[in-house]
């Protein structure tokens, strides 16, 4: 019903910049709250930073002052500017979006992307 599709993944020396973009399409009514997650091999998935439809955000306390979230709602999009990049970035990162679809009756769901791949070298 919905589709998430992430861009913007590569390498990167350490201190360099990337920017992730995440497009969601499909049966969208409203899209709640949207985020990134990283999962680094042999660890589990963490909240990178999340975005509320009014803007407010919230970000892992490592990333903070280096990452920026932010999103357009009319383009149902969102966007994860990176920079001071470190290795301990590297990781696939997932867009994630709680979706309110225009499916009858009206429901609310989680949906992922694919996963992009971020790698920070030393």
């Known amino acids: 019903q919905v589709q998430l599709v992430e861009s913007g993944g590569g390498s990167v020396q350490a201190g360099g910049s990337l920017r992730l973009s995440c497009a969601a399409s499909?049966?969208?009514?409203?899209?709640?709250?949207m985020a990134w997650y990283r999962q680094a091999p042999g660890k589990q998935r963490e909240l990178v930073a999340s975005?509320?439809?009014?803007?407010?955000?919230n970000y892992l306390d490592s990333v903070k002052g280096r990452f920026t979230i932010s999103r357009d709602n009319a383009k149902n999009t969102v966007h994860l500017q990176m920079n001071s990049l470190e290795p301990e970035d590297t990781a696939v990162y997932y867009c994630?979006?709680?979706?309110?679809?225009?499916?009858?009756?009206?429901?609310?769901?989680?949906?992922w992307g694919q996963g992009t791949q971020v790698t920070v070298s030393s």
């Open positions: 994630n979006a709680r979706v309110v679809t225009t499916s009858t009756p009206v429901s609310t769901a989680v949906y």
């Open positions: 499909g049966r969208i009514f409203r899209i709640n709250d």
């Open positions: 975005i509320i439809r009014g803007g407010s955000t």
